[in-house]
């Protein structure tokens, strides 16, 4: 779809790699209204959520528009929100 075009819808959902490339993350962030950063509950993948929200922060002030969006988590219990929480991810 050609930009012009995108000017007409509400909504536009794009599903980078696994890992992008910090520059195409930061052009992406600059324009979005919402962004979701899928995290396991595990302390080295919350840790990493962290410092990409610590890095769209610095760099183009995102971080207020991103939202970390838990996956894997236990049906029951409350270890992951712990997790979480240890990791600055929820207040």
Not at 59 to 71: D, K, N, P, Q, Y
């Amino acid at each position: 779809m050609k930009p012009k075009r995108l000017t007409d819808l509400d909504v536009v959902l794009i599903d980078t790699e696994g890992r992008p490339k910090r520059k195409d993350l930061r052009a992406l962030a600059t324009q979005a209204d919402l962004l979701l950063i899928p995290s396991g509950p595990g302390t080295l993948e919350l840790d990493a959520a962290r410092g990409l929200l610590d890095y769209l922060d610095d760099e183009v002030s995102a971080a207020r528009r991103a939202r970390v969006v838990l996956t894997r988590v236990p049906v029951q219990g409350r270890w992951a929100r712990r997790q979480a929480r240890t990791c600055g991810i929820l207040a």
